[in-house]
């Protein structure tokens, strides 16, 4: 992570759990829902406030946060506000399990989630993944995939990524290596890259790009792009777009998430949810670099296609991705 990452979500001041878990309740009660008073609130706190406002609720009421908003809420909008109760490594989980679980896999979630995260953050989901379905996500991933992506799949899930700063001589060797293991020989050995992209940390695999070019002529995105085809050539991008500049991934996982017929709505909301507390203001400059529009027009557009063919909530979710503060930090 850049030391000049930001969120467009900040913790409130002065912040007040009982009063915030007084005027929910008070949006919940009696004939109709006060949607705004409800956006108003959630997408004003960070998710540490947010669980505080929850435990406030229950004390003063006796009632669950969380439950009450489900028995208010509906369609996307739901999706959106309980996306935002719920702690991130337990989010995350519970995202990873339904693109195990779901409809076919969605290996596009697993390498979003797992090869893009911090060793923390990977060993606070594989907690909370244990916790909630009581068994572990190795496990899982591993009767779910197959082949090299489910062997990067399950390096990412240790956590063990070093995390110190580049060794120049290591550095060499690694892009020796993948050269070598790459476009240097007949064939490919995707263990070796496999080896190298997972466990390195981010500054040595910079210096070691760095060391290929010169020892190749041409970057390591190229030589992935070449040599690997499917899933795991994407599991390996993506550790690498991520190392070179993750807002920008970030910024294209969210265009890809509203081109073609309809919108993705899952991954929309994943993706503002888990990175407004982080980096999204690197996020929306990289969008409008890349793409040429603001990523509000982008999202709005998309929000607003949706609310005329498909989801009657589209105009509370795009209320909510206008107040979360995704515009402005």
Same mark, same amino acid.
């Given at each position: 992570?850049? #030391?000049?990452?930001?969120?467009?979500?900040?913790?409130?001041?002065?912040?007040?759990?009982?009063?915030?878990?007084?005027?929910?309740?008070?949006?919940?009660?009696?004939?109709?829902?006060?949607?705004?008073?409800?956006?108003?609130?959630?997408?004003?706190?960070?998710?540490?406030?947010?669980?505080?406002?929850?435990?406030?609720?229950?004390?003063?009421?006796?009632?669950?946060?969380?439950?009450?908003?489900?028995?208010?809420?509906?369609?996307?909008?739901?999706?959106?506000?309980?996306?935002?109760?719920?702690?991130?490594?337990? /989010?995350?989980?519970?995202?990873?399990?339904?693109?195990?679980?779901?409809?076919?896999?969605?290996?596009?979630?697993?390498?979003?989630?797992?090869?893009?995260?911090?060793?923390?953050?990977?060993?606070?989901?594989?907690?909370? /993944?244990?916790?909630?379905?009581?068994?572990?996500?190795?496990?899982?991933?591993?009767? #779910?995939?197959?082949?090299?992506?489910?062997?990067?799949?399950?390096?990412?899930?240790?956590?063990?990524?070093?995390?110190?700063?580049?060794?120049?001589?290591?550095?060499?060797?690694?892009?020796?290596?993948? /050269?070598?293991?790459?476009?240097?020989?007949?064939?490919?050995?995707?263990?070796?890259?496999?080896?190298?992209?997972?466990?390195?940390?981010?500054?040595?695999?910079?210096?070691?790009?760095?060391?290929?070019?010169?020892?190749?002529?041409?970057?390591?995105?190229?030589?992935?792009?070449?040599?690997?085809?499917?899933?795991?050539?994407?599991?390996?991008?993506?550790?690498?777009?991520?190392?070179?500049?993750?807002?920008?991934?970030?910024?294209?996982?969210?265009?890809?998430?509203?081109?073609?017929?309809?919108? #993705?709505?899952?991954?929309?909301?994943?993706?503002?949810?888990?990175?407004?507390?982080?980096?999204?203001?690197?996020?929306?400059?990289?969008?409008?670099?890349?793409?040429?529009?603001?990523?509000?027009?982008?999202?709005?557009?998309?929000?607003?296609?949706?609310?005329?063919?498909?989801?009657?909530?589209?105009?509370?979710?795009?209320?909510?991705?206008?107040?979360?503060?995704?515009?402005?930090?």
């Amino acid at each position: 992570m850049s #030391d000049y990452d930001q969120g467009t979500v900040l913790p409130y001041q002065p912040f007040d759990p009982e009063s915030d878990a007084q005027a929910l309740r008070k949006a919940m009660k009696g004939l109709g829902t006060d949607e705004k008073a409800i956006i108003n609130i959630l997408a004003r706190r960070v998710n540490a406030q947010r669980q505080q406002i929850a435990k406030s609720y229950k004390t003063q009421f006796g009632k669950d946060l969380v439950h009450d908003l489900k028995s208010e809420l509906s369609g996307k909008f739901e999706d959106v506000i309980l996306a935002l109760m719920t702690p991130l490594p337990d /989010y995350l989980a519970s995202e990873l399990h339904q693109a195990i679980s779901g409809l076919g896999t969605n290996e596009d979630t697993l390498m979003e989630i797992l090869c893009t995260r911090s060793n923390h953050d990977i060993q606070q989901i594989t907690e909370a /993944y244990k916790k909630m379905y009581n068994h572990s996500l190795e496990d899982d991933l591993t009767g #779910d995939t197959s082949g090299p992506l489910r062997r990067l799949l399950v390096s990412m899930t240790t956590g063990g990524r070093e995390e110190g700063p580049a060794d120049p001589s290591r550095a060499k060797e690694d892009a020796l290596k993948l /050269y070598q293991a790459g476009v240097g020989q007949w064939g490919t050995d995707d263990s070796v890259f496999n080896a190298i992209m997972a466990s390195r940390s981010y500054a040595h695999l910079k210096l070691m790009f760095e060391e290929y070019y010169q020892i190749a002529g041409h970057t390591v995105p190229h030589a992935i792009e070449k040599e690997f085809s499917g899933d795991i050539r994407t599991g390996f991008l993506t550790i690498a777009r991520c190392m070179q500049n993750r807002s920008a991934y970030f910024a294209e996982k969210l265009h890809k998430s509203m081109q073609g017929i309809g919108t #993705d709505d899952r991954a929309l909301i994943r993706l503002v949810t888990s990175r407004c507390e982080i980096d999204m203001v690197q996020v929306k400059h990289q969008y409008e670099q890349l793409f040429g529009k603001p990523l509000e027009k982008a999202i709005s557009v998309s929000c607003l296609i949706c609310s005329t063919v498909r989801c009657k909530n589209a105009a509370n979710t795009l209320s909510y991705f206008s107040s979360i503060n995704i515009f402005t930090p």
